[in-house]
């Protein structure tokens, strides 16, 4: 994980250490996947994979990985390409973020069907679902700030826990709009599970 950007100013552009948040650090061929992935560049992208000396998982700075990257921007065809090229839907960022987390937050529907749909087995999708980043916050917290009522949907329908709170003591309802249509859909899903008419 990239350290934090106090520590640009200690170390200065001379210092070489991997994980220092400067750009220079990153490796060419690194960096290369990291702007394909971010512009959206489809065949850009593939050559720059082609050419990665390190795996798919690569770090850039801020401890970004491609796949964040392009949920973040909401590219579909970098991240249907970084899944082929065999990303880790469970990868972390320097916030202990995933991949979901990023295209939740940007209510990016095909991509978060995408990843849901790339987890190899229950477990691994019950883990993605539930995986909380440095403020506790779920990828459901992060539809929900959003009010991305469609995501917050698909994402209860694959089973992630409204009831998950945060650092702050926050559901995912408490972070979407008074009334709005994520708001209800949380309130509704936690009633069910308080009334046990589905898992908890």
Same mark, same amino acid.
């Given at each position: ?91 972390? $960022?320097? @916030? #202990?973020?995933?991949? *979901? /987390?990023? =295209?939740?937050? %940007?209510?990016?529907?095909?991509? +978060?069907? !995408? &990843? ?16 909380? $980043?440095? @403020? #506790?916050?779920?990828? *459901? /917290?992060? =539809?929900?700030? %959003?009010?991305?009522?469609?995501? +917050?949907? !698909? &994402? ?45």
């Amino acid at each position: 994980m990239a350290i934090a950007h106090t520590m640009e100013e200690e170390d200065g552009n001379g210092h070489g250490g991997e994980d220092l948040d400067l750009e220079v650090v990153v490796p060419k061929d690194v960096q290369a996947v990291m702007n394909a992935a971010e512009e959206g560049d489809a065949e850009a992208l593939t050559i720059a994979l082609e050419n990665l000396k390190d795996g798919v998982d690569c770090e850039g700075e801020d401890g970004d990985r491609p796949l964040h990257i392009a949920c973040l921007y909401g590219h579909l065809s970098c991240v249907q390409i970084l899944l082929t090229a065999g990303a880790n839907i469970e990868v972390r $960022d320097e @916030d #202990g973020a995933l991949p *979901l /987390h990023d =295209a939740c937050a %940007g209510g990016y529907k095909d991509i +978060v069907n !995408m &990843l849901i749909h790339a987890a190899n087995s229950p477990g691994q999708l019950k883990r993605v679902l539930d995986s909380f $980043d440095i @403020d #506790g916050d779920t990828p *459901l /917290h992060h =539809a929900a700030r %959003g009010n991305h009522s469609d995501v +917050v949907q !698909m &994402l209860l329908d694959s089973g992630a826990n409204p009831k998950i709170i945060n650092l702050i003591g926050q559901r995912p309802a408490d972070l979407a709009d008074p009334s709005s249509p994520s708001q209800i859909l949380l309130n509704d899903a936690v009633k069910k599970l308080n009334d046990g008419t589905s898992e908890a």
